[in-house]
């Protein structure tokens, strides 16, 4: 089981909106979109059954995911470390669900 997280540094709920549509379809999961402190968006599932964390990085980059943090993700998961988190609180904020 592995999940999709996408890390949108824009400020575009509408494009938010589109990736969790493509993810609900594509995955068969709920897709969560939240709005972060610094305006932008996180779209993210739950567990999705039968995806590998190779297809998962994939889709984060076919969904124009944040470059760096595919990078990092990619480094990680080849040394076997954690990889694909969000954070849900920045400078004592928590991150607001929209949709």
């Not at 400020?11 to 379809?25: G, P």
């Not at 996180?42 to 590998?52: A, E, I, R």
């Not at 190779?54 to 480094?75: F, K, N, Q, V």
Request: contains cysteine; glycine residues 4%; hydrophobic residues 40%.
């Amino acid at each position: 089981m592995t999940r999709v997280s996408v890390d949108l540094d824009v400020d575009d709920l509408e494009r938010a909106l589109h990736i969790r549509d493509v993810l609900e379809r594509h995955t068969g999961v709920t897709v969560k979109v939240w709005r972060t402190v610094s305006r932008h968006y996180h779209v993210v599932t739950d567990h999705v059954d039968g995806l590998t964390p190779h297809e998962a990085l994939a889709l984060r980059y076919i969904l124009h995911d944040d470059p760096s943090r595919l990078a990092w993700d990619c480094l990680r998961l080849s040394r076997g470390a954690a990889w694909d988190f969000l954070f849900d609180v920045k400078n004592g904020t928590r991150r607001q669900r929209v949709a």
